[in-house]
Nanobody, 120 residues
Framework: QVNLQESGGGLVQAGDSLRLSCAASGRHFSVSVNAMGWFRQVPGKEREFVANIRWADGSTSYADSVKGRFTISRQIVSNTVYLQMNDLKPEDTAVYYC???????????WGQGTQVTVSS
């Protein structure tokens, strides 16, 4: 139903900032999507929740590990979700995946991921 394309990852020093973007495309996306969010995964570990935003009203939620440092937002006109990451720590190093949860069929779509590496 939906295609997701992440961008904005890179190599930074501890304390620096990055902004990730995820552009969505799909038929009638704006009325089909329930929420969009970000997950991250380190090799050998399970994919973990980072943040999500409900599409209709913009309400947000965050993992405790990133609360106060990361901010998720959306730009409705472009079907894009962002993750502003401030005060990055080496523990934030991971592949970050964009996800979209759709109303019909309780489906979740995933992007291909973008690498974030934070050096100390």
């Amino acid at each position: 139903q939906v295609n997701l394309q992440e961008s904005g990852g890179g190599l930074v020093q501890a304390g620096d900032s990055l902004r990730l973007s995820c552009a969505a495309s799909g038929r009638h996306f704006s009325v089909s999507v329930n929420a969009m969010g970000w997950f991250r995964q380190v090799p050998g570990k399970e994919r973990e929740f980072v943040a999500n935003i409900r599409w209709a009203d913009g309400s947000t939620s965050y993992a405790d590990s990133v609360k106060g440092r990361f901010t998720i937002s959306r730009q409705i006109v472009s079907n894009t979700v962002y993750l502003q990451m401030n005060d990055l720590k080496p523990e934030d190093t991971a592949v970050y995946y964009c996800a979209a949860d759709m109303w019909q069929g309780n489906l979740r779509s995933w992007g291909q991921g973008t690498q974030v590496t934070v050096s100390s």
